[in-house]
């Protein structure tokens, strides 16, 4: 069975910095481009980033709401994927979900809050 | 950025019925759309990949079609459980973009 597992959010204030953690089971984690997406009633799905495999020098892409300040990273060894996150804006509230390329399986989110 | 303009935003259905929703894209997307499913206060699910293809496990009633810019979801002999808001997604082009959602309520 597929599953994956966010970790990391919480209530952090504007300028802070966080860290997301997405563990994934069920597949060769290895095989697959992951992404981060993000929910908010505001903006609804915004796709935040992806990375790609090991084949592809982990090429990384980013929505540009977040480049530069976002940044995603993965561990096949661990089957986990990485959502570092510095200087957060309000507007980065929301809940925020591992997908696997393709979207078809989505983690349960982790909700991240920025305020003070 | 592609922007994708799903209707409708909300549709009051019955067990049974057939529903459609659309998604317009505003540039071409060659297939490259997905079709999520969300229930309340659940994560999201993967209905349909690259225009027609069904997930893995996904009832035969869901069916996806569509090319070009403009793509439908339609769900035949709605069952209870399909009561949920339904979001398209494209993977075209970056930034990858996602429709406004489209909510099911029972009438």
């Known amino acids: 069975e597929v599953k994956l597992e966010e970790s990391g959010g919480g209530l952090v204030q504007p300028g802070g910095s966080m860290k997301l953690s997405c563990v994934a089971s069920g597949f060769t984690f290895s095989n697959y481009w992951m992404n981060w997406v993000r929910q908010s009633p505001e903006k609804g799905l915004e796709w935040v980033a992806e990375i790609r495999l090991k084949s592809n020098n982990y090429a990384t892409h980013y929505a540009e709401s977040v480049k530069g300040r976002f940044t995603i990273s993965r561990d096949d060894s661990k089957s986990s994927v990485y959502l570092q996150m510095n200087n957060l804006r309000a507007e980065d509230t929301g809940i925020y979900y591992c997908t696997r390329d393709g979207y078809d399986y989505w983690g349960q989110g982790t909700t991240l809050t920025v305020s003070s | 950025d592609i922007l994708m303009t799903q209707s409708p935003s909300s549709m009051s259905v019955s067990l049974g019925d057939t529903v459609s929703i659309t998604c317009h894209a505003s540039?071409?997307?060659?297939?490259?759309i997905g079709w999520l499913q969300q229930k309340p206060g659940k994560s999201f699910k993967g209905l349909i990949y690259?225009?027609?293809n069904l997930e893995d496990g996904v009832p035969s009633r869901f069916s996806g079609s569509g090319s070009g810019a403009d793509y439908s979801l339609t769900i035949s002999s709605l069952e209870s459980e399909d009561f949920a808001d339904y979001y398209c997604v494209q993977y075209a082009q970056f930034p990858r973009t996602f429709g406004g959602g489209t909510k099911l309520e029972i009438k």
């Open positions: 690259h225009g027609t």
């Open positions: 540039q071409g997307i060659s297939s490259n």
